[in-house]
């Protein structure tokens, strides 16, 4: 259920509204809807509860604390992607054997503080990595966990810099060789081969693309077992796609139908279940993505020819996913009366002309001073805000019923020097 909605012309995070959340810890800011992060997990993990499974949560989606330490009590795992959040994994309760480290770049200490921290698997992305954690694993005088990365070859059709599972991405290893990189780790002393690992994009709204990676990995694993090499788990990667809400539904201009856990969960059981292995999933966005919003204020309302700007507080270093990946973010009042409307660019105050939030778009009359949501932005926000133009980062606040509670301070730019 989206806790998202309009009450009385008045926008509503739960049951706060959230013009009052803005005045009261001001703007931009992050708010999230805790029931709404608690109730995607549980959907998920609901949905592969036949199999046995761990639902990793791809933090670099949303590595708030807090979230974390919620995500540790509902039972999840962590996917990782550097030891900085390997670190505050561990610090948010995620036990170390539900952790799974992906990245193309891991370092020697990264690899090092891995072991050390006993986690489930590394999902090792080259020949040269395993050829390293080998060495560091014997020095250490351990072995490491290891779930190879396949790159399957298949193309999501999302955003190019979304699409990771494609033969040209940097990621994984190719599946034609992969093969051969099993048997090679099979014969090194510092290598515990656990699992075999793949992720295709982000974004997916057709189910068919898992099933897709599900065929070749049930492939794969056959041949696997076939030439002796046992796994313990099937790491299908992330991916599952968001919705972006039509709360003001006449003003939405990217509606999609997103498929429901259980959907991508079927496809993937009924491939893989015959294996009788247990499945890892990671996903990110579809746990805390529409459970974000980032809200900003309007600071003034500017014309040049035949464009109208918006300008607001928050920028493209508070959300960049416009700017990089030319993301659709629905933006609504907080207080929404009439139905009177306008065409402009949403625009931070950047010094870029990359630097917007939305183009050409249809938007409720707006003035300075009002407040602006920027809806479905509690993944791939937050985690990917920088400094840019010496801009401290937003607050976040979480909203349970009629409480809400701040769970990160804004930044000050006094901290700074
Ligand atoms: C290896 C891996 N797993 C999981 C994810 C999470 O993807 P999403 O947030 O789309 O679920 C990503 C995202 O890039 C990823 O690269």
Same mark, same amino acid.
């Given at each position: 259920?989206?806790?998202?909605?309009?009450?009385?012309?008045?926008?509503?995070?739960?049951?706060?509204?959230?013009?009052?959340?803005?005045?009261?810890?001001?703007?931009?800011?992050?708010?999230?809807?805790?029931?709404?992060?608690?109730?995607?997990?549980?959907?998920?993990?609901?949905?592969?509860?036949?199999?046995?499974?761990?639902?990793?949560?791809?933090?670099?989606?949303?590595?708030?604390?807090?979230?974390?330490?919620?995500?540790?009590?509902?039972?999840?795992?962590?996917?990782?992607?550097?030891?900085?959040?390997?670190?505050?994994?561990?610090?948010?309760?995620?036990?170390?054997?539900?952790?799974?480290?992906?990245?193309?770049?891991?370092?020697?200490?990264?690899?090092?503080?891995?072991?050390?921290?006993?986690?489930?698997?590394?999902?090792?992305?080259?020949?040269?990595?395993?050829?390293?954690?080998?060495?560091?694993?014997?020095?250490?005088?351990?072995?490491?966990?290891?779930?190879?990365?396949?790159?399957?070859?298949?193309?999501?059709?999302?955003?190019?810099?979304?699409?990771?599972?494609?033969?040209?991405?940097?990621?994984?290893?190719?599946?034609?060789?992969?093969?051969?990189?099993?048997?090679?780790?099979?014969?090194? *002393? =510092?290598?515990? $081969?656990?699992? #075999?690992?793949?992720?295709?994009? %982000?974004?997916?709204?057709?189910?068919?693309?898992? /099933? @897709?990676?599900?065929?070749?990995?049930?492939?794969?694993?056959?041949?696997?077992?076939?030439?002796?090499?046992?796994?313990?788990?099937?790491?299908?990667?992330?991916?599952?796609?968001?919705?972006?809400?039509?709360?003001?539904?006449?003003?939405?201009?990217?509606?999609?139908?997103?498929?429901?856990?259980?959907?991508?969960?079927?496809?993937?059981?009924?491939?893989?279940?015959?294996?009788?292995?247990?499945?890892?999933?990671?996903?990110?966005?579809?746990?805390?993505?529409? *459970? =974000?919003?980032? $809200?900003?204020? #309007?600071?003034?309302?500017?014309? %040049?020819?035949?464009?109208?700007?918006?300008?607001? /507080? @928050?920028?493209?270093?508070?959300?960049?996913?416009?700017?990089?990946?030319?993301?659709?973010?629905?933006?609504?009042?907080?207080?929404?009366?009439?139905?009177?409307?306008?065409?402009?660019?949403?625009?931070?105050?950047?010094?870029?002309?990359?630097?917007?939030?939305?183009?050409?778009?249809?938007?409720?009359?707006?003035?300075?001073?009002?407040?602006?949501?920027?809806?479905?932005?509690?993944?791939?926000?937050?985690?990917?805000?920088?400094?840019?133009?010496?801009?401290?980062?937003?607050?976040?606040?979480?909203?349970?019923?009629?409480?809400?509670?701040?769970?990160?301070?804004?930044?000050?730019?006094? /901290?700074?020097?």
């Amino acid at each position: 259920m989206n806790q998202f909605n309009y009450r009385n012309g008045e926008l509503y995070c739960e049951n706060m509204p959230v013009k009052a959340l803005a005045e009261k810890f001001g703007t931009p800011l992050y708010i999230y809807s805790k029931n709404m992060i608690i109730d995607k997990f549980k959907a998920i993990d609901e949905a592969f509860s036949s199999v046995k499974h761990t639902i990793c949560f791809a933090m670099k989606a949303n590595s708030n604390m807090e979230i974390l330490k919620l995500m540790a009590s509902l039972g999840a795992g962590g996917d990782v992607v550097s030891g900085g959040e390997l670190y505050l994994a561990l610090k948010a309760g995620i036990p170390a054997n539900k952790i799974v480290y992906a990245s193309v770049g891991k370092t020697d200490a990264e690899i090092k503080f891995a072991i050390e921290s006993g986690i489930m698997a590394f999902n090792v992305e080259s020949e040269a990595e395993l050829e390293v954690m080998n060495q560091i694993a014997i020095s250490m005088g351990k072995k490491a966990p290891v779930a190879i990365r396949i790159n399957p070859d298949i193309d999501v059709h999302g955003h190019p810099y979304i699409s990771t599972g494609k033969s040209i991405n940097k990621f994984g290893i190719d599946i034609d060789k992969a093969f051969d990189v099993f048997l090679r780790a099979k014969e090194m *002393a =510092g290598i515990e $081969i656990v699992g #075999v690992h793949s992720h295709i994009g %982000s974004q997916i709204l057709n189910m068919d693309y898992y /099933d @897709a990676e599900a065929k070749k990995l049930y492939e794969f694993v056959t041949r696997l077992t076939d030439a002796g090499i046992n796994i313990q788990h099937i790491d299908i990667g992330g991916g599952l796609g968001v919705h972006y809400p039509d709360i003001i539904p006449e003003y939405a201009e990217e509606k999609n139908d997103v498929p429901q856990p259980a959907q991508l969960a079927n496809r993937v059981i009924d491939v893989l279940a015959p294996l009788g292995l247990e499945i890892v999933f990671e996903p990110g966005r579809s746990i805390v993505g529409e *459970a =974000g919003a980032l $809200i900003a204020q #309007v600071v003034y309302i500017k014309h %040049s020819r035949d464009t109208k700007f918006i300008v607001v /507080d @928050a920028g493209m270093n508070d959300l960049i996913r416009p700017s990089l990946y030319e993301a659709y973010h629905q933006i609504v009042p907080t207080t929404y009366m009439d139905d009177k409307f306008e065409i402009a660019d949403v625009v931070g105050p950047i010094c870029e002309t990359g630097d917007f939030l939305a183009k050409g778009r249809k938007l409720p009359a707006v003035q300075r001073g009002d407040y602006l949501a920027v809806m479905t932005a509690g993944a791939y926000g937050y985690s990917l805000a920088s400094n840019y133009n010496s801009r401290p980062r937003p607050a976040e606040v979480w909203v349970d019923g009629e409480n809400a509670e701040l769970i990160r301070e804004r930044e000050k730019v006094e /901290d700074w020097g």
